[in-house]
């Protein structure tokens, strides 16, 4: 648009016979003027709001970009998060099968060496009833010699007195 408010205002029309009411034809031209001024002034102010409106927008359409960036980045940092613990729930759990089987072989090697403690504990309690029953089947033999031995003692003095008595 070339034409302003002032170029209206200031437009001078010639005068010919029986030509339109100079009077007339300048208020239509202020009205005219008024209007448009008024016009200029609501377009430059829509065109402000639209460029507000514009950089409105744009900082939604960027804003919008950050929340995809950072949903991409917290379901990545999620992923990643799952995967490790996925990985340490793998470490524990061998670990815990390492230790588990570490035990078990200790519990079974102990109780090998209960059942070979066992075994030689019973293997020397029969050899000590052996010996024992050898000490007391010697003790009772010296017993019955010694026994034996009074005996005869006593028969031979028995003798003797009575080969002296006689």
Do not use: C
Not at 64 to 92: C, G, P, T, Y
Not at 141 to 162: C, F, G, I, V
């Amino acid at each position: 648009m070339n034409t302003t408010p002032s170029d209206i205002h200031q437009r001078q029309f010639r005068i010919r016979f029986r030509g339109f009411d100079v009077r007339e034809v300048d208020s239509f031209l202020d009205q005219v003027a008024d209007d448009l001024e008024t016009m200029i002034g609501e377009n430059a102010d829509r065109q402000k709001e639209f460029k507000r409106l514009r950089g409105e927008i744009q900082q939604y359409k960027d804003r919008e970009i950050a929340f995809k960036d950072a949903m991409v980045n917290a379901q990545k940092a999620l992923d990643h998060m799952r995967i490790n613990a996925d990985k340490e729930a793998e470490l524990v759990v061998a670990e815990a099968e390492m230790k588990a089987e570490k035990i078990l072989s200790t519990a079974h090697n102990r109780l090998t060496q209960l059942h070979e403690d066992i075994s030689e504990l019973k293997r020397q309690r029969m050899q000590l009833e052996v010996e024992l029953g050898t000490v007391l089947e010697a003790h009772r033999r010296l017993l019955e010699m010694s026994t034996e031995a009074m005996e005869a003692k006593e028969t031979s003095e028995e003798k003797l007195k009575y080969l002296k008595g006689t």
